[in-house]
């Protein structure tokens, strides 16, 4: 009988050791805050499960996660369709190729503090290029920093330019992995462009895609900076989404108990979530 060698595990010591102090022992000093109450000074006071109670029952609570929903649901339904139109219409082979794939992954190599800056700047109704063109060539009423619904435009506008480049990468490499064999077959039997997409690239992208909807979900449910530098959560509270209204929480207000345990909830939402879209994405793999 063949003995196994143990001593590999010793290189993952240090990785281990990342982990559990850059992960693990913030989140044991997040579930520490969020059972008990501090003045300062490092004296605490035991609160037990109040604090999770107060957020679950909190309006304010209720309608920052369902504008944080919205936010995510309106990134997906416009930026994977998006991702994949583009990615089809690339071309497979020739000098255009890595043209295509840098400029396509230019949007993503910028910092979120600088998208979000460059974006107000750029949508500012009087100075701003988007902002004056709007206004004064188009004559559209539109100034983000008084109307919710232009604030959300402009921040899911802002979105889909900076990440649609992430489900347009994954799905070109989903689709230049298929074999030529299949689009010759389907040329034989007369298949229609519709049909090869249907039954050949789509089922061959599913797993690139799978990742790619849980990227998108996860970045985009616990998105902070752009949204933040953009708009601060305005108009009023119009855009203040679930990430922003922790961090005033945490740190305008200093309530740093019912911030932890909004933290935790929030956490484990984008965890039951991310789970539920890989179970059903993945419902036919393990039949």
Known sequence: MKTENQKAWFFVLPVLALVAFNALIPMMTVVNYSVQETFGDNVFFWQGLDWFQQILRSDRFHAALGRQFLFTFLILIIEVPLGIAIALSMPRKGFWVPVCLVLMALPMLIPWNVVGAMWNIFTLPDIGLLGYFLN???????????DPVAAWVTIVTMDVWHWTSLVVLLSYAGLVSIPDAYYQAAKIDGATNWAVFRFIQLPKMKTVLTIAILLRFMDSFNIYTEPFVLTGGGPGNSTT??????VKIALGQFDLGPAAAMS???????????????????KDDQN
């Not at 989404?241 to 922790?246: C, G, Q, R, Y």
């Open 241 to 246: 989404l679930l990430s922003i209204d922790l």
């Open 264 to 282: 935790l909830i929030y956490f484990a939402i984008t965890l039951l979530v991310s789970w539920l879209f890989y179970t059903l994405m993945t």
């Open 136 to 146: 004064h060539v188009l004559g559209i009423n539109y100034d983000m920093t008084q």
